[in-house]
């Protein structure tokens, strides 16, 4: 019957977990459209589009497959906010059993699925449209196939290596969607490949294994890439990826080449920073975590090597990046740190078990039989302990991550919308050129205008943002939306302008005419 009991508790912990972690997300979820990348995937997803670079295809494809299966829902924006917390619910039941995987403890599992969840940086990742939800969905995927190849690798049996193949093919598997859907996935090729060393040194005598996995890879990532260029024509589409040049312009991010900056510099600071936000996000945990990979190391420790150097790329490469919210850069450490735990928390109950049944046995003159019993109420007791300080600021962390009463994309949207005069242009920028384009193209308000963007300037060769309005005034009312602070300024000295919404152009503003022209 205990034994039953467990299986059914091991069995529904994760579930139980994910369900948690969702419920969190959805109840601080963005309840609309928002700006910036946000409001690109909310209308990417729904139209199957190009997102910006690197096209981000894995989460196109399930996207818009989500805004199917979840039309009772809510509108589209909605569908992709709820898409994202689905995902770090997913994150987090899966690491559930990776850490039960590892340790053979379920409440050691439950500590590091919850405290994965309810991590601030996870947890508002999960509150409106993203990538990063999914890249740590599949992340962990990744590593419990890998955990449980190399369980599997390492028994002589014939049927048992057969069973241990499947699971190092079907990582490949998994490791090329998580390419489809985020580059940082490439920062993982190298311990991914110590890890497979270190658990099969002849794994290159194996060459069918090998050919095998090199081609599941090859052709998920090549399925998914195709995305880009058949789906060219779709309404919202990034550069030009049906041309080869454009195509390699977006897979290649080439735009934001040049984004890593003095990678060597001030390691010392750089260390300091990473310090600073550990704390952030686990709090009086954070001292444990060195602790806990020498744990690992004791423990796992091809997995301390696997995990060891990836959390150490990521965080050189994050360090060093300067485009883009770093924040969330550092999910997939986040993630490994609570696995750390799990594993300190085993290595902890393994010793005091250990010292409990010894000091029984000589008293006994027997040998004891309770040491599970002791090593299970040991771990329970220590995955209480450490998830307690997360739960005890679950209040603070909501308010700081909800965004469940934020409207303002969809009340500026609406607002632009009624101020625009019939068959404007507007010379918008990424942050309102997104939710502009949500509108206009999934929604079908305002056909009529014509909303260009700094992308449509480069792929259309429009010269610059002076030479689009001054190439459209006295043919069409012209309106501008710019944040560059030198740009703001030419426009004031430029142009007669008329703020409609703000006291600049920062703001909805209509162009008037050229200044001293007589208009």
């Not at 060219?232 to 990034?238: D, E, N, R």
């Not at 700094?454 to 939306?481: A, C, F, K």
Request: glycine content about 8%; proline content about 6%; overall charge positive.
């Amino acid at each position: 019957m205990v034994t039953r009991l467990r299986r059914l508790v091991a069995l529904i912990a994760p579930v139980v977990v994910g369900i948690v972690v969702f419920t969190a997300a959805r109840l601080a979820l963005l309840p609309g459209l928002g700006y910036w990348d946000t409001a690109e995937y909310q209308a990417v997803g729904p139209l199957l589009g190009t997102a910006h670079p690197t096209g981000f295809p894995t989460w196109v494809i399930l996207a818009w497959l989500a805004s199917i299966v979840l039309q009772p829902f809510g509108d589209p924006a909605f569908r992709m906010n709820l898409f994202a917390a689905i995902c770090v619910g997913v994150a987090a039941g899966t690491t559930v059993v990776l850490a039960r995987m590892l340790t053979k403890s379920t409440a050691l599992g439950i500590l590091a699925g919850l405290g994965l969840g309810l991590t601030p940086a996870v947890w508002a990742i999960g509150t409106h449209a993203e990538t990063h939800g999914l890249h740590l969905a599949l992340v962990t995927i990744l590593l419990c196939l890998l955990v449980g190849w190399e369980d599997r690798a390492r028994d002589p049996a014939p049927a048992r290596q057969d069973a241990a193949d499947r699971w190092l093919i079907a990582a490949a598997f998994v490791f090329a969607l998580s390419i489809g859907n985020h580059s940082l996935t490439l920062l993982l090729a190298p311990p991914v490949a110590l890890f497979v060393f270190a658990v099969e040194p002849r794994i290159l005598r194996r060459r069918g294994l090998i050919a095998r996995c090199a081609a599941v890879l090859a052709v998920t990532v090549v399925v998914l890439y195709l995305e880009l260029p058949l789906r060219a024509s779709a309404p919202l589409t990034y550069g030009r990826p049906d041309t080869l040049e454009g195509f390699l312009y977006v897979v290649l991010a080439t735009q934001f080449q040049g984004s890593v900056v003095d990678p060597f510099g001030d390691l010392g600071g750089k260390l300091l920073t990473l310090g600073v936000r550990a704390t952030g996000q686990f709090g009086p945990l954070t001292p444990l975590i060195p602790l806990a990979f020498v744990a690992t190391i004791v423990r796992r420790p091809r997995y301390a090597l696997l995990t060891g150097s990836a959390a150490a790329i990521t965080w050189f490469f994050a360090a060093s990046y300067v485009n883009a919210d770093i924040g969330r850069y550092y999910l997939v450490p986040w993630l490994i740190a609570w696995t750390w735990l799990a594993l300190l928390g085993a290595f902890i109950a393994t010793v005091i078990a250990n010292a409990i049944t010894r000091s029984r046995d000589l008293l006994a003159e027997q040998p004891s039989r309770r040491y599970g019993q002791a090593a299970s109420v040991v771990a329970l007791a220590f995955a209480v302990l450490l998830i307690a300080p997360t739960l005890a600021v679950v209040p603070a962390r909501y308010r700081i991550v909800n965004e469940s009463r934020d409207r303002s994309a969809a009340h500026w949207v609406d607002r632009a919308l009624l101020s625009m005069a019939p068959d404007a242009l507007i010379v918008s920028w990424w942050s309102h050129s997104t939710p502009l384009w949500y509108a206009q193209r999934v929604e079908g308000r305002r056909p009529d205008l014509t909303i260009v963007d700094d992308r449509t300037i480069l792929d259309e060769g429009l010269g610059d943002i002076y030479t689009v309005i001054e190439s459209n005034l006295g043919v069409r009312p012209v309106y501008v939306i710019r944040d560059d602070v030198d740009q703001i300024a030419e426009l004031a000295r430029r142009y007669e302008l008329e703020y409609i919404d703000g006291n600049s152009a920062r703001s909805l503003t209509r162009v008037i005419g050229l200044r001293g022209d007589g208009q």
